[in-house]
């Protein structure tokens, strides 16, 4: 095995993309995160033909990092031409005074990396384990987000709820939403964090054929929501992973919290609660306003929602417990972790959807089917107490007057969806991907977007 000569350092931060164009060459890392303290585990994205080993430097220890596929199979079975695929990066048989603050990793690229330890390992002041956070919000990797008024309806609905930390994962969004989500930084209590998940790394001069971010699904969203579950554990309790535009509704008197709570005393043993969807459709008066306080909750008031849930795993939403967690999907079950001191795993607990189910307010056509829909108002007390909310923060805090906040919702949008749609049709012939639709429809042209620095180490 190959020894971390030195002299072959290199600080790859400084350079902006890998030398070469052979895009299964390169390993790309996200994060490293430190479980335990036997354990290191990564996020790894690299090309299922990357077949060189990814070897380590940690303290005194060497040795080579063990990548195992997040999904059930690499390539993905519902998308096998995307060929880029996550990774979990396992180091074993550490000790507790194995302590390093820097993991260095290397490959036959020769290019090194020191990338920054996150330690998520349980606190050891009691048995007792109490959270910072009981309640929090997971959201996969954002792109072309530009929809503020929605991110209006989201905040309002998880702070209602009790939730107390955010993890914005990222890849693009407007200046009006950058600002909204940093007014709701210091107009709620909320501890909102946003983390950079940006496209891989590429020479500007590489066509489609050799750039990688052509060969992934939808950023590898999967890997995005086990990184910030990883990142979650034993700093919250319940981690929910929706969508910008989904609710969770309790029936009865219980909230949110209070029904998790429930759930966990009657399974101890829970790893996560799936809540089956379904669709809810509102006449909205926010397709078009002028300023983020012009915001209207009345649409929430009266809305049709579909009678029936899907089944699963149509759009079915997640809670989890994220330190039980080891493998995950936006809506199954993966792998649970086993329990300690025993040789069973963490198990999967369905909510009743009598008890409990999403509503998913889709500004799209949904494409699996029509339903029969129904008028319900379970929302008219709640949105009241979110109007409510939304006007006690705006009397503490003032939104930026330097952006123009006039909001329609554009027609990228739209065709964004269309391609998409096309996309999903022909999946199992051509890889599933973002970049081909933002090039077909030229979004960076129609949209002023910030985009998310660089935030992949390549090795």
Known sequence: MD??????????????????????QYMYIRSAFRVSDEEIRLSVVKDVNNTN???????????????????????????????IN?????????????????????????????????????????????????LGVCLQPMYYVTDYPMLIQFFEFWLNEGATKF??????????????????QSASKAEIELIPWSRLPVSPNADMENNPNAYWFRLEVFLGIFDCL???????????????????????????????????????????????????????????VSHPFE???DAYKKFSVNKKAFGKPYYTKIVHRPERNFKVHIHKSQIPEAIPGSHKHYTHVDASPQEASVFHFRRFTDKIGRQRKVNTTL?????????TNFKKRQLTKHLSKTIDWTYTLPKFTHDLEVCRNKQADTRFEKCHNLLACEEKIGIDTLASLIRANNSWYFV
């Open 53 to 83: 080993s990814l070897t380590y430097s940690y303290g005194r220890k060497q040795g080579r990092v063990a990548l195992e596929c997040h999904q059930p199979t690499c390539p993905d079975y519902w998308s096998p031409p995307c060929t």
């Open 295 to 297: 915001f209207s909750f």
């Open 3 to 24: 020894s971390f000569d030195k002299t072959w350092s290199i600080d790859n931060q400084t350079l902006a993309y890998p030398p070469t164009d052979d895009i299964r």
């Open 379 to 387: 929302f008219a007390n709640t949105s009241k107490a979110w109007e």
């Open 167 to 184: 993890y914005f994962y990222w890849e693009s969004m407007s200046p009006q939403v950058r600002a909204l989500i940093k007014w709701y």
């Open 86 to 134: 996550g990774y979990i990066g396992r180091i074993w048989s550490l000790h507790a005074d194995d302590n390093d603050a820097f993991l260095t990793l290397k490959s036959k690229s020769g290019i090194v990396a020191r990338v920054k330890i996150e330690d998520v390992r349980k606190p050891t002041e009691s048995q007792n384990q109490t959270y910072p956070h009981t």
């Open 230 to 288: 990883v990142r979650a554990r034993y700093n919250v309790k319940y981690v929910a992973q929706t969508d910008l535009d989904e609710t969770i509704f309790v029936n009865g008197s219980q909230s949110l919290i209070q029904y998790l709570e429930f759930m966990n005393e009657k399974h101890r043993d829970a790893v996560d609660v799936h809540f089956l969807s379904r669709m809810a459709y509102i006449e909205s008066s926010n397709k078009q």
